[in-house]
């Protein structure tokens, strides 16, 4: 069964505090915590008091977006090695990371398998402490689409690497069915977001696609505890996560009453 939770970057504006009461308001059941100013690099500190305000109001650390780029060119050991000691004191089970910045096609075959190797060493060091690796699914990257995140995960070929995913604007619904369908056997959690071009719309507007996709998530690894993850809310303000937030509970809900018939 999938879970509704939230990324603490759709509200940098807001404290962790507060968008730990948000999502109890709200009914969800886990944040992924950003890397970018709710927890940053390093700072164990503010780590180990995020972990213990999220759970001590009954919710789950479901990952570290660390916006870390697995890139050939600039990554080196001891960055990584400082976000994943950072998730570790989150208590995150996995970290998302961005697969390099250069997008599919515009990259070198030697960038492509510096990009490999990194991820490779990256996930070997995780998994020697119990953290997962998570690609994101996004522009301007090795993963920027299905078939060049499947060639990835092929070439990686490591237990330990897994992906996310989320729609991609230029695509039809079906389009992004048949991606999500593809990506399914590696995916971790979805990042949940209505968008018309670059306007944000009320999430309950994407239910003819949303509803297809979320079921399609479903099917499979309920075992992984996986989460539909709610990012990018209208106007940024705290009330549409709240009604975004009961549609996407209802959607879940209703899947999985039809998932037990």
Request: proline residues 4%; aromatic residues 8%.
């Amino acid at each position: 069964m999938l879970k509704a939770g939230l990324v603490s970057v759709t509200f940098r504006q807001l404290s962790p505090q507060q968008i730990i009461s948000l999502c109890v308001e709200a009914g969800l059941s886990g944040i992924e915590w950003g890397g970018d100013i709710h927890v940053p690099h390093g700072d164990m500190a503010r780590a180990v008091k995020v972990a213990e305000y999220t759970q001590g109001a009954g919710l789950e650390v479901v990952s570290y977006g660390s916006y870390y780029r697995a890139d050939s060119d600039e990554a080196v050991p001891n960055t990584f090695t400082k976000v994943l000691e950072t998730a570790l004191a989150l208590g995150a089970p996995s970290i998302r990371i961005w697969a390099g910045n250069k997008g599919s096609g515009q990259a070198s075959v030697a960038y492509w398998n510096g990009v490999v190797e990194t991820i490779r060493r990256d996930a070997d060091q995780a998994g020697q402490v119990g953290i997962s690796l998570c690609l994101e699914h996004h522009g301007n990257t090795l993963t920027d689409t299905a078939g060049s995140t499947l060639a990835l995960l092929d070439a990686i070929h490591h237990p330990n690497v897994r992906t996310y995913w989320q729609p991609s604007f230029n695509q039809t619904p079906a389009d992004r069915l048949e991606e999500l369908s593809s990506l399914l056997p590696w995916l971790r959690h979805l990042h949940v977001f209505q968008w018309n071009g670059v306007e944000r719309k009320p999430l309950e507007e994407g239910q003819e696609e949303w509803i297809p996709y979320l079921r399609t998530a479903s099917a499979k690894g309920e075992h992984l505890g996986r989460y539909a993850l709610l990012e990018f809310v209208q106007e940024d303000e705290p009330e549409y996560l709240l009604r975004d937030a009961k549609v996407l509970r209802g959607w879940i809900g209703k899947i999985s009453e039809s998932n037990n018939t």
